[in-house]
């Protein structure tokens, strides 16, 4: 990667330290290492530098990005803990992905503990939530308990953050519901008609009969409970339908440049 800063070498397993009950560290019997994935430099030394005197192995990555990933998965550390208010959010994600696929455990830390984002990084893998504004002391000793293998997130705690989000699941299934009664033809269709082709256009690209579109989009519009192409393509946006999403939730679709395959 373009640069893994260090602060500190490994230690070895005799060096590394564990907590006490009080936050304190005790000597440990095994190799723990901790990566502090933060953009903000201040915040990363600031960490490094606090566990590092206390005989943990730790370094800092940046700048971070989804293709420096292999590279810290390689160092192997023992916790990974992620400033979400340092990076986007399709960053965040993907390196909480990658982490845990990996069995590397991810704590993500935030100024905000509301954020829907949290809730996503413990959806996609986060074993651990911490408080941005605790005190560099609590931080440390929160860190060395996860080490320990301590739970700090609560089950409690993790089905709060995981109510919005699945709760906001739960209102776009219903909103998309209707969609999933047309066929994978009617949805391409459907598609070709959001993209503002009409029917006698969709008929020369997909190389198929007027008459053949023509049922398929009486069909699509039977079935959204409309009466007209301008009623159906509005629902669809109104409703975030796309093409792509439906091609997610069926594997089975096949979604080409236009949208349509060659066959009827």
């Known amino acids: 990667m373009e640069r893994l800063a260090a602060s500190g070498g490994d230690n070895s397993a005799s060096d590394i330290l564990s907590p006490k009950s009080d936050g304190s560290p005790v000597r440990g019997s095994a190799d723990r290492r901790v990566l502090i994935i933060d953009n903000n430099l201040l915040?990363?030394?600031?960490?490094?530098?606090?566990?590092?005197?206390?005989?943990?192995?730790a370094r800092f990555a940046m700048p971070i990005?989804?293709?420096?990933?292999?590279?810290?998965?390689?160092?192997?550390?023992?916790?990974?803990?992620?400033?979400?208010?340092?990076v986007d959010s399709t960053?965040?994600?993907?390196?909480?992905?990658?982490?845990?696929?990996?069995?590397?455990?991810?704590?993500?830390?935030?100024?905000r503990l509301d954020v829907p984002l949290l809730g996503?990084?413990?959806?996609?893998?986060?074993?651990?939530?911490?408080?941005?504004?605790?005190?560099?002391?609590?931080?440390?000793?929160?860190?060395?308990?996860?080490?320990a293998g301590d739970v700090v997130l609560s089950?409690?705690?993790?089905?709060r953050?995981?109510?919005?989000?699945?709760?906001?699941?739960?209102?776009?299934?219903?909103?998309l519901a209707p969609f999933d009664v047309l066929t994978d033809r009617e949805k391409c269709v459907l598609a070709e008609l959001m993209d503002g082709h009409s029917p006698g256009a969709i008929a020369r690209r997909s190389s198929v009969s007027i008459s053949t579109v023509r049922s398929?989009?009486?069909?699509?519009?039977?079935?959204?409970?409309?009466?007209?192409?301008?009623?159906?393509?509005?629902?669809?946006?109104?409703?975030g339908w796309t093409i792509e999403e439906s091609r997610n939730g069926d594997s089975r679709l096949r979604v080409p440049s236009s949208h349509l395959e060659a066959s009827a």
């Open 91 to 111: 960053t965040c994600l993907s390196f909480v992905s990658i982490l845990s696929d990996s069995n590397i455990p991810v704590a993500v830390m935030g100024s």
């Open 155 to 159: 089950d409690d705690e993790k089905r």
């Open 43 to 57: 915040v990363a030394e600031a960490i490094v530098l606090a566990l590092t005197q206390l005989g943990f192995a």
């Open 161 to 175: 953050l995981l109510e919005p989000i699945q709760r906001e699941a739960r209102v776009r299934r219903e909103r």
């Open 120 to 147: 996503e990084c413990v959806r996609s893998g986060a074993s651990s939530v911490i408080d941005k504004g605790s005190s560099l002391a609590d931080l440390v000793s929160i860190i060395a308990r996860l080490l």
């Open 216 to 239: 398929q989009v009486k069909a699509v519009l039977q079935k959204l409970g409309v009466n007209s192409q301008l009623a159906a393509t509005s629902l669809a946006r109104r409703s």
């Open 65 to 86: 990005t989804p293709t420096h990933a292999l590279d810290l998965v390689a160092w192997q550390p023992g916790l990974a803990l992620l400033d979400i208010d340092s």
